[in-house]
């Protein structure tokens, strides 16, 4: 399996991101979706998304219970296919790169139910993502630093099965970081878990994104969480974008608490 | 204790021959194993002299078919049905060739030809259904499905039509007078492997007897568990036994999912159908039961019942069952053999050599999963 990025499907024709959006007036964009269509049968989950994340942002995606948050992340990471649209990353249509292309570029994931490897150790989990780009000495550095970022110092030897819940979304992040991403998708990292260990998850958020330098976008329902971490927050209602903005003006908002409160919005 | 675990003691090349072949994806990994393993060998080599060597060479062939499924299963979470067309395809394709071509050169080709065919049915069954996005259970219905294709296509080849060469399919009476199995170069060098009995006058014991056969299957099949060992203990390994736990979670590793699967479901084609060439070989003959659906199960059972997760296992079940099934009369093996697999399934889903690994941990009093228990033991990350 040759893992460098000679074999990364390039796209002959490779387009410009277009105009960042109306309001951006940083011009860093690092992805960008233009018109994100996904329909699954009759039910539209993404309804003409324009959503952008700028390099080193960490932007949180709010909305109630269906509003297509997690399709969203699924359409960036290539698990689904479009119906209609394009995505841009980096300047490049990555629309149609297979979700093993797209990661070569920069983009990490963390799923909704912790995908750690049970059987094995913390540090064999770590490997993983590790071994696919570094040998040696860098890796043993790498799978050491990315340890250190999941807070989990002490139990490398012992098995993801026996961390407790909080543990294993940490494992996780710091497996998902471990890929040394420019961008990196969390889905609910802090579902499920004490006040501390919310603390303890957004404390290492907080800290990739600032000394790493990794862009995030975060799923996350609890509005103390993302007032926490968050420079910008995304509003998604009903396949799409509603509201964007500082967690403070999103959250005194009339229309945004109508529709957690199941109204139509506007 | 310390001496045992992979991390550390690695100094000189048995160390890091040892280091290559174990790992977390393998039972033994201890000097207490590797001594077992030696006398296991031994007594494979010895057993010729107080057994029936002759059963047992056809175990040991079928044994490569059971490491084929357990690599493709056990390691890969790919459930396949299958392993038996590519084991038919071998067999048969060395049939073909050797008929045609009854030299050693040419019977050597057909050898190598016969594990061609194999990986290549396999890659091309693989590439559609695995960059076709069929997944899980269906893998199994059309694998499934392809040995009863192949059954029902070979039962017809009867007629006089289905002729290749001077090689008669025969329909249901199979292929007979397959030529002897000779490897090297005409005029060069050339062995004939089966029925060459080699006799040696040893100091102590006399006259003894050598069946060539025999003593090839055992060295193929020692170097192709050990190779396969090394397989899954390696970083590719290791991303199999990932895709198998989630493949999800492993894509967005950056690893090409699918690639890998039609890699591993090649390589396991490879070997069942290197097993298919030596069955017919073994038995000067081939014919369509090799794709009926009592022998496609077969694979299935002995790497349940040994263990999918352990290459050894899929070694040792496939001895121990079809040993049971030759020494029980008629239909009731069959009966036996259900049994048996139900009651594996019910009371030990893991296997019988992970079960008994477990054993053996806990009463030397380590928890199974303390196997790696140096703390700083970069050494155990940075191998390979």
């Keep these: 399996m040759s893992a460098d990025d000679a074999d990364v499907v390039s796209d002959p024709d490779i387009r410009q991101t277009p105009a960042v959006k109306a309001t951006g007036e940083r011009t860093d964009t690092l992805l960008q979706t233009d018109g994100l269509v996904k329909q699954f049968g009759g039910f539209t989950a993404a309804d003409s998304v324009d959503f952008a994340v700028e390099e080193g942002e960490l932007r949180c995606l709010i909305g109630p219970n269906g509003a297509g948050k997690s399709t969203l992340l699924k359409l960036i990471t290539g698990k689904h296919a479009p119906t209609e649209g394009s995505i841009y990353y980096d300047g490049t249509d990555i629309t149609d790169f297979e979700p093993q292309d797209r990661v070569k570029r920069g983009i990490s994931m963390k799923f909704q139910v912790p995908s750690v490897y049970n059987d094995l150790s913390v540090r064999e989990n770590v490997r993983l993502p590790v071994q696919r780009f570094a040998t040696g000495e860098e890796r043993a550095r790498r799978i050491h630093e990315a340890i250190v970022a999941a807070g989990l110092e002490g139990y490398e030897d012992v098995p993801a099965s026996s961390l407790s819940h909080g543990q294993q979304q940490q494992l996780e992040i710091g497996m998902a970081a471990a890929l040394d991403p420019d961008l990196l998708l969390l889905d609910e990292p802090v579902a499920g878990l004490s006040v501390e260990e919310r603390q303890g998850i957004a404390d290492r958020i907080t800290r990739l994104n600032e000394e790493a330098g990794i862009a995030f976008v975060v799923i996350e329902h609890d509005t103390d969480f993302v007032a926490g971490i968050a420079d910008e927050v995304t509003v998604l209602h009903q396949g799409d974008v509603f509201r964007e903005g500082p967690i403070e003006e999103i959250e005194s908002d009339p229309a945004v608490q109508k529709i957690y409160l199941g109204g139509e919005g506007e | ?384």
């Design chain 2, 1 to 384: 204790m310390a001496t045992e675990t992979t991390a550390d003691g690695r100094a000189g090349p048995v160390g890091r021959i040892r280091a290559r072949l174990e790992g977390p994806n393998t039972v033994g990994n201890s000097r207490r194993f590797w001594a077992a393993f030696a006398v296991g060998v031994l007594g494979l080599v010895v057993y010729p002299a107080i057994g029936d060597a002759g059963d047992l060479s056809l175990f040991l062939v079928l044994a490569l078919l059971g490491l084929s499924l357990s690599v493709v299963w056990g390691y890969a979470g790919v459930l396949s049905f299958g392993q038996v067309v590519f084991f038919g395809v071998g067999g048969y394709t060395f049939g073909v060739v050797s008929i045609n071509h009854a030299t050693p050169s040419g019977i050597t080709a057909a050898l190598v030809l016969g594990v061609v065919g194999g990986a290549l049915v396999a890659a091309l069954m693989g590439y559609f259904m695995f960059y076709g996005g069929v997944r899980n259970v269906y893998v199994t219905i059309i694998t499934l499905v392809s040995t009863m294709v192949m059954h029902t296509f070979m039962a017809q080849t009867a007629g006089s039509e289905w002729t290749i060469g001077d090689a008669a399919l025969g329909g249901f009476n199979g292929m007979p007078a397959i030529p002897l199995l000779a490897v090297g170069i005409d005029e060069v060098f050339t062995i004939q492997l089966v029925r060459n009995t080699v006799e040696l006058q040893a100091p102590v014991v006399g006259l003894v007897e050598f069946d060539l056969f025999y003593y090839f299957i055992v060295g193929v099949l020692v170097l192709t568990y050990l190779g396969l060992r090394a397989l899954v203990n390696s970083d590719y390994g290791r991303v199999m036994v990932a895709i198998r736990e989630d493949e999800d979670r492993t894509r967005m590793f950056g690893y090409d999912v699918k690639r890998v699967k039609l890699v591993v479901f090649t390589v396991g084609g490879a070997l069942a159908g290197l097993s298919g060439v030596l069955y017919a070989s073994r038995n000067i003959f081939i014919d369509p039961q090799v794709f009926g659906l009592t022998f496609a199960t077969l694979p299935v059972i002995w790497v349940s019942v040994g263990g999918r997760k352990s290459l050894l296992g899929a070694v040792v079940a496939t001895i121990g069952i079809e040993y049971l099934r030759v020494s029980i009369e008629g239909e009731w093996a069959l009966v036996v053999l259900g049994v048996l697999l139900l009651a594996f399934i019910l009371a030990l889903p893991g296997g019988i050599v992970p079960w008994i690994d477990g054993q053996l941990d806990q009463q030397r009093g380590e928890a199974p999963e303390s196997r790696p228990d140096a703390p700083d033991a970069p050494a155990e990350v940075t191998d390979s």
